[in-house]
């Protein structure tokens, strides 16, 4: 129930323009760090420098994320397991959902671009990312 009035909600804001496209999808493909969150109470909370970010490897309707740590040599360490997800639309609206041994939840997908893209999680939780750029250490 709290899930579809998220979907409400996101239409009522969107009005008649459409979300994302299924074509959109391949767009994100490679490594994002969360730029910024936005909680249910009009809150939020910056993020200058993540610890872990997130690789999304997307094939048709289907994916993974996992958590990685970028090193100082510019590679990165696997952090856990890879999240697996299937994606379908539902009003104009695309919806990840994620099933792995321990639980399952679904985020929409409100906005995707080349170097942005936006989460809706079930708790009105909001999850702005960017395009990861491996930061530059100054001598």
Sequence with gaps: MKFARIIALLMVFQGCSSGPQKTELDTLNGYWEIEMV????GSKKEFQLNSTIDYF??????????KVRPSLEGT????NEAEYFGVSQ?????IMEYT???SNWKEVITNISSNH?????????TYHYK???A???QP
């Design 131 to 133: 395009r990861y750029k």
């Design 117 to 125: 893209f936006s989460v809706v999680n079930e708790n009105q939780i």
């Design 38 to 41: 936005h909680f249910p109470d």
């Design 90 to 94: 539902e009003n104009d609206h695309l």
């Design 76 to 79: 990165f360490e696997t952090a």
């Design 57 to 66: 490897e997307i094939k048709g309707m289907t994916g993974s994320r996992r």
């Design 100 to 102: 792995n041994r321990f």
């Design 135 to 137: 930061h530059q250490l």
